[in-house]
């Protein structure tokens, strides 16, 4: 057994593996995020008009409300079709390298695109967007005060970058980030024993950074591929963007803060216990059965991962014209 190490030591180790969240919006690279991107991009992020059936919203699947995700196994999007994979949360995606599950997006503007195209969630064309958001004054007003450079500010793109910037400010300060800035008061004794076998088990091995992951691809079964039950055979993972061998059932690793709160697990949804998750992750990627006082202790730990969420008002949205498209039901079949 492994000698608990002292207070200082195992937040100076703690520290060389992972980073606290910062204390104001982040800097992104082409994006330089202002108030009225970020009213824009709230406004944009709410609105079910940028789906094709006027029903969902970027927030039908990243409900702020209930920690950035659905809390469904696979989303629910266009004609209440079942989408593939598990929604991941919006919080704290600004620190991610990659977006989605494969990352297939770079950054959130590029994410921001993908579900409104996608013809199992919002069934939308950026055509479309553009002339429902050009049909309403409000819209264009804002669109003229977030990009004032532009003369012609209603585009698919600058929707995709404003809400960017929106979500470049959903970041939830917990108490691991007390702890990281020197509060040892901020976990308890178990959650730090729980930090220690976090990082000694090799848990941290993928899941470290700012964002307790999210920052790296590994295949789901590095020692011991989990069973179809939570491996569906079909989803072959980042193959399906690079097409090389290599990549089949790769994932991006799953960035950790408030996943207490955002069951079910893994890119398939299909566990919705968090105990369990941290068992699967041990025999899969650690090749080990870990002892169920470690995995509670773990537990404890990821649970001082849970932030505080940021006060958000329900915008009032514009009101649309009689230009604006009409939605529609219809799900095109490919």
Known sequence: MSTPLAAEDLRELASSVFKPLPSTIPAIKGNRVTKEKIELGK?????????????FSCNSCHNLATGGDDNLETSIGHGWQKGPRNSPTVFNAVFNDAQFWDGRAEDLRTQAKGPIQAGVEMANTPEQVVATLGSMPQYVEWFKSAFPDKDDPVTFDNMAIAIEAFEATLITPAPFDKYLNGDDLALSDVQKAGLRHFMEKGC?????????GGNGYYPFGVIEKPGAEVLPPDDQGRFEVTKTADDQYVFRAAPLRNV????????????????????????????????????????????????????IEYPILPAETVTTPRPTAEIVRQ
């Open 43 to 55: 406004a944009l992020f709410f609105d079910p008009r940028l789906s094709a059936s006027g029903v």
């Open 204 to 212: 941290a091995s993928c899941h470290s950074g700012i964002n307790v």
């Open 260 to 311: 207490a709160i955002t069951a079910p697990y893994f890119h398939s949804g299909k566990v919705w216990d968090l105990k369990q998750a941290v068992a699967v992750m041990s025999s899969a990627q650690l090749g080990t059965e870990l002892e169920p006082g470690e995995i509670d202790a773990i537990v404890e730990f990821l649970h001082s991962l849970t932030g505080e969420v940021p006060r």
